[in-house]
């Protein structure tokens, strides 16, 4: 418990819990609550003995979130969390795509997280043992939720780490690929453990998720400390481009092939991924990476619904960017639809600014004749339009149209 001493007592206190991604809940007792900023809840957590943070570096790495499955915002300093909480079913009216009974049933929680602003190369340089298990345990969040793809073999190699920091060493008697089969939700994404359907079989194939889960974690040696695994674990997820993103929910156009795809069309949901490197779109169902672009690749334009008073028309981010298409260079546009769409581009503006206030030379938010996307990007899975040089629209797909 971490009470406040600091002042007079001015105002009602309204115990608070604030969550970590490690399934732990400090509790608090602030004087004045409901005047209580975002930055009095974090230095009084920091100040605290029960996580033992450095005083000096947890600030800039940390700050607080509120949270829920239908929305997650970080918190400006000057928040008050509990008036954002008091806003909470306003909040996920304007920005959430659930239904009006989901929303009633929305609980949001105070999150202690990643600074999203805080820069990755300084991340790297960390040594407090303290917030490199914060980092981890957030990090291994994101991995068990499906928002960093990456190839099987290497949700494998995260799993069996995982498995080695919080089960300790290989015991034959204990560790066996029965006992991985029935446990394999707490160290792998569900597109990747074997469907449930078929647990009561009894025999694993070699190839599954259970038995390759098992040889990863048998090979860990048992000398390795849980420091040094927890920086492994890091380590990758510092090599994803996405990593220490944000994420917003949206949709995309499904690419029309023939007659049948026409009759079952539906939107792609996808999750908006969004850095101080770039902007990622994740397939939210088949959790694959559809487009990767850093912010000199691309341009960006939020619009408003054209109908504001149709629940069903929502606003939308249009991404342009580059590519060479039949040795031509050309521009494609996708439109993602999004009620958080407002609070993208707000997050890539903040982004660029601070961008063009580094390094004043670059120009962002513009075509580079030099700059093509970087990242195998799954072009043929998204419905875009397509412009040449001259801005003429020379393709087009889905509900696009165009006049010029």
């Not at 008050?80 to 304007?94: H, N, P, V």
């Not at 694993?204 to 040094?228: G, M, W, Y």
């Not at 949206?250 to 996808?270: A, C, F, K, N, W």
């Not at 580079?368 to 195998?376: E, K, M, N």
Request: glycine share 4%; aromatic share 10%.
């Amino acid at each position: 418990m971490i009470p406040n001493s600091c002042e007079q007592f001015q105002g009602p206190i309204i115990p608070t819990s604030v969550y970590l991604h490690s399934n732990t809940a400090i509790m608090m007792e602030i004087e004045d609550t409901p005047s209580a900023t975002c930055d009095l809840l974090c230095q009084a957590i920091i100040a605290s003995d029960e996580l033992g943070l450095n005083k000096q570096l947890a600030p800039q790495v940390f700050t607080l979130w509120m949270t829920s499955p239908l929305l997650e915002l970080q918190l400006k300093p000057a928040h008050k969390t509990y008036e954002i909480r008091q806003s909470w079913r306003a909040l996920i009216a304007q920005y959430s795509h659930a239904s009006h009974n989901r929303q009633q049933r929305d609980e949001p929680k105070i999150m202690f997280r990643r600074n999203i602003f805080f820069p990755q190369h300084l991340e790297e340089k960390i040594k407090d043992q303290k917030i490199l298990e914060l980092l981890y345990e957030e990090a291994r969040h994101n991995v068990l939720e499906g928002r960093y793809p990456c190839e099987v073999a290497h949700y494998i190699m995260l799993g069996g780490i995982q498995a080695r920091v919080e089960l300790g060493p290989y015991n034959p008697q204990v560790h066996s690929t029965h006992y991985f089969r029935e446990e394999q939700s707490k160290y792998l994404p569900i597109h990747v453990r074997k469907s449930a359907t078929w647990t009561w079989l009894p025999i694993s194939s070699k190839n599954s998720a259970e038995v390759r889960l098992l040889e990863q974690f048998k090979r860990i040696p048992n000398s390795a400390t849980n420091r040094k695994l927890m920086k492994k674990y890091l380590e990758f997820c510092w090599s994803l481009p996405f990593y220490g993103s944000a994420f917003f929910e949206g949709q995309i156009e499904q690419p029309v092939r023939g007659l049948t795809s026409l009759i079952t069309y539906q939107d792609i949901p996808v999750l908006v991924a969004i850095n101080s490197k770039g902007v990622y779109i994740i397939d939210d169902t088949q959790c694959s990476l559809l487009l990767g672009l850093r912010f000199d690749e691309l341009s960006w334009e939020y619009a408003r619904p054209s109908k504001e008073e149709d629940p069903n028309c929502l606003p939308c981010l249009f991404i342009q960017f580059m590519v060479v298409e039949n040795g031509a260079r050309v521009s494609k546009i996708l439109q993602v639809f999004s009620r958080q769409a407002s609070l993208m581009d707000t997050l890539i503006t903040g982004f660029v600014n601070q961008i063009k206030k580094t390094h004043s030379s670059l120009t962002v938010g513009t075509t580079h004749t030099a700059s093509l996307p970087s990242l195998t990007n799954k072009l043929s899975k998204l419905t875009l339009a397509t412009f040449d040089e001259d801005g003429h629209c020379i393709g087009q797909m889905g509900s696009w149209s165009f006049s010029y």
